[in-house]
């Protein structure tokens, strides 16, 4: 089945630093991907969606110069949480899809900043 | 919509019980519904999906329940096992747009 890879699954960094977190799809090509931020005890929140080539489209509230999405390539998406605060502490996950019924999730980040 | 509050409601069975996990959605114009599991600290698990021209599907051991007139789906989990305990969120996709909203969550635990 399709596989998503998430790296890193968790990473700690001081305030001020950038932290960037990827998201590859291992076995298919990825049309579109999203990505989610999850605070403890709550839902999955989309923060924005990506189309390979093209700017990503961010849902309301959620700032693009502090969290920057590229999708260079079919395979890969990234994001980059600049200039990070403990208040960006949160579980990031990503999520892939062909196109039609299908998102494949990945297994998720987990940000702590100091 | 937005997240609110900082307490999943909680759901505690039997083990080999049935369970019913309840979900209201926001949008009367989405079209495809899913149900995930997600265990602590991973990403969510597909359970079972649905598209909005149907109002019952069965798979092994779980059945989802589409009411359009009201906006609710259900999750029914079969002879409920412990492996079973986790958070259950159903996302709603409207085609036009090509992205899932989760809904708020449910957490399922499962007493032997």
């Known amino acids: 089945g399709a596989v998503v890879s998430q790296h890193p699954s968790w990473v700690i960094c001081k305030s001020g630093t950038s932290v960037k977190i990827e998201c590859r799809s291992l076995d298919f090509q990825a049309t579109t991907m999203f990505w989610y931020r999850q605070f403890p005890k709550q839902s999955l929140m989309l923060m924005a969606t990506?189309?390979?080539?093209?700017?990503?489209?961010?849902e309301q509230g959620v700032e693009k110069d502090k969290f920057l999405i590229n999708h260079a390539s079919l395979t890969l998406s990234t994001l980059t949480v600049t200039s990070a605060h403990p208040e960006d502490s949160s579980f990031y996950i990503c999520?892939?899809?062909?196109?039609?019924?299908?998102?494949?999730f990945g297994s998720g980040t987990r940000l702590t900043v100091v | 919509g937005e997240n609110v509050g900082l307490h999943l409601p909680t759901l505690s069975v039997q083990e080999g019980d049935n369970s019913i996990i309840n979900c209201a959605y926001s949008?009367?114009?989405?079209?495809?519904f899913i149900w995930y599991k997600q265990e602590s600290g991973k990403g969510p698990q597909f359970i079972i999906d649905?598209?909005?021209?149907?109002d019952k599907r069965q798979g092994q051991r779980v059945t989802v329940l589409l009411n359009k007139t009201v906006k609710h789906l259900s999750l029914q989990i079969a002879a409920t096992q412990p492996g079973d305990s986790a958070v259950y969120f159903c996302a709603e996709e409207m085609r036009s747009q090509g992205n899932l909203i989760f809904g708020k969550g449910t957490k399922l635990s499962v007493k032997p």
């Open positions: 649905i598209r909005s021209n149907m």
């Open positions: 949008n009367s114009a989405s079209d495809y």
């Open positions: 999520s892939a899809s062909q196109g039609g019924l299908s998102y494949t």
């Open positions: 990506s189309n390979e080539g093209s700017k990503a489209t961010y």
